[in-house]
């Protein structure tokens, strides 16, 4: 652990955070911000002394994928007309007045989507380089892109390897402390299930589960049920009904921490800054929670 990290544990004072449910007790993981480029090794520093043999180490994507150094600056994409046409008129107009309350998405989604501000031109630019029309086409939280946990104008991509990732956790995890866990990365967009069909519109899944649907995943996810968040990596074969037992109870465990940022604007309003003034030094000022241990009971 480098020195000013270990500063910034002692100044914010760790707290011990452990919740039950009727199935499991979940214990969030403490962190500082991990910086792009930094090793995320700092996870497993943290969580290895509060883990047990069987237990999952439920870990966040944005946090690896930062440690990854998978950030873009939206700034440096020029938006085309397809980008303002997916902007201004399919999100903000279609979806936000039409498709979205016709459909039932979520009222936060259809209220943000009505207020999209004009950088919004330069992220579906980003998705149309990086994804394309596919999945520039769904209304919000394109391709898995996550515009919060990064700093200024940047954005953070899916992880590299989201399966190799958890295999490397697992067995660092292993070395260090003899302990046998399960690490699995989830992405907080939904697997939908229609019928034995299991599918997500991100581009990448657990094998078990159909991928890379893009809008017609979230279109085709209105007539199913949604199971959880999606896994996009698991260490260690498991029945995937109880996967999404585990993915659902990190996932709610996350939302009731003080610190959660589910979204940009949960950026915005925890730092008190404009989305683009957001810098490392504020993200970094806080407690981040960027895995959650799963312990059946």
């Avoid at 020029?78 to 999100?91: D, N, R, T």
């Avoid at 498709?99 to 501000?117: E, W």
């Avoid at 589960?209 to 074969?237: A, C, E, Q, V, W």
Wanted: charged share 25%; hydrophobic share 40%; with cysteine.
């Amino acid at each position: 652990m480098n020195q000013s990290k270990a500063g910034l544990f002692q100044k914010q004072e760790f707290m011990d955070l452990s919740m039950e449910n009727s199935h499991y007790k979940l214990i969030p993981v403490q962190t500082g911000y991990i910086k792009p480029g930094e090793p995320y090794d700092v996870i497993i520093e943290n969580a290895v002394n509060l883990l047990e043999d069987g237990d999952f180490l439920v870990v966040s994507e944005t946090p690896l994928a930062i440690s990854q150094g998978r950030l873009v600056d939206e700034t440096e994409f020029k938006p085309s007309i397809s980008a303002y046409f997916l902007a201004e008129i399919w999100s903000k107009f279609l979806w936000g007045y039409l498709l979205g309350p016709l459909l039932g998405i979520k009222k936060r989604t259809i209220k943000n989507l009505r207020k999209l501000p004009p950088e919004a031109r330069s992220h579906k630019e980003v998705i149309l380089n990086y994804y394309g029309w596919k999945h520039a086409l769904k209304p919000a939280s394109e391709a898995g892109v996550d515009l919060s946990n990064a700093p200024g104008t940047w954005v953070s991509l899916l992880p590299h390897d989201p399966q190799g990732l958890c295999e490397e956790m697992a067995l660092k995890i292993k070395i260090i402390s003899g302990k046998d866990v399960i690490v699995m990365i989830i992405d907080t967009d939904a697997t939908y299930k229609i019928g034995k069909m299991k599918f997500t519109s991100l581009p990448i899944s657990i094998k078990d589960i159909r991928n890379n649907l893009g809008i017609f995943g979230y279109l085709l996810g209105r007539l199913g049920d949604i199971m959880g968040p999606t896994p996009l990596g698991i260490s260690k074969h498991h029945k995937l009904d109880e996967i999404f037992q585990i993915a659902v109870a990190a996932e709610e465990c996350q939302k009731l921490l003080e610190n959660s940022m589910e979204t940009v604007y949960d950026m915005q309003e925890l730092l008190d800054g404009e989305v683009n003034t957001i810098t490392i030094s504020m993200l970094d000022s806080i407690i981040h929670n960027p895995a959650i241990i799963v312990r059946k009971v």
